[in-house]
């Protein structure tokens, strides 16, 4: 199960954190990430990082690079998601994702962002 917080409204310029906390077969999952989807449009990748490396590796999408920082606290079973420099286009429900490997996926429930210019 995934749960994520920290979904609000903001003004252009802002910053917002947001959580996503796992549980259950945790020692499972590989990689865990976020995604959002915008009214209108499909779903697509913001960041991802690797949950079972000593290393974190991380990836993300170009039009957040410089701005959103991913980040993973395993001891909690949480991976954050540090929004700095909002513009409105950042609006949008944002879902976390947690994978196990061989299409083994989960998602959360989403969180609202949404940036006022």
């Known amino acids: 199960q995934l749960v994520e917080s920290g979904g609000g409204l903001v003004q252009a310029g802002g910053s917002l954190r947001l959580s996503c906390v796992a549980s259950?077969?945790?020692?499972?999952?590989?990689?865990m990430g976020w995604y959002r989807q915008a009214p209108g449009k499909q779903r697509e990748v913001v960041a991802g990082?690797?949950?079972?490396?000593?290393?974190?590796?991380?990836t993300y999408a170009d039009s957040v690079k410089g701005r959103f920082t991913i980040s993973r606290d395993n001891a909690k079973n949480t991976v954050y998601l540090q929004m700095n420099s909002l513009e409105p286009e950042d609006t949008a429900v944002y879902y976390c994702?947690?994978?196990?490997?061989?299409?083994?996926?989960?998602w959360g429930q989403g969180t609202q962002v949404t940036v006022s210019s």
């Open positions: 994702k947690a994978d196990r490997g061989r299409g083994n996926v989960s």
């Open positions: 990082i690797s949950t079972g490396t000593t290393k974190a590796y991380t």
């Open positions: 259950g077969s945790i020692s499972s999952i590989t990689a």
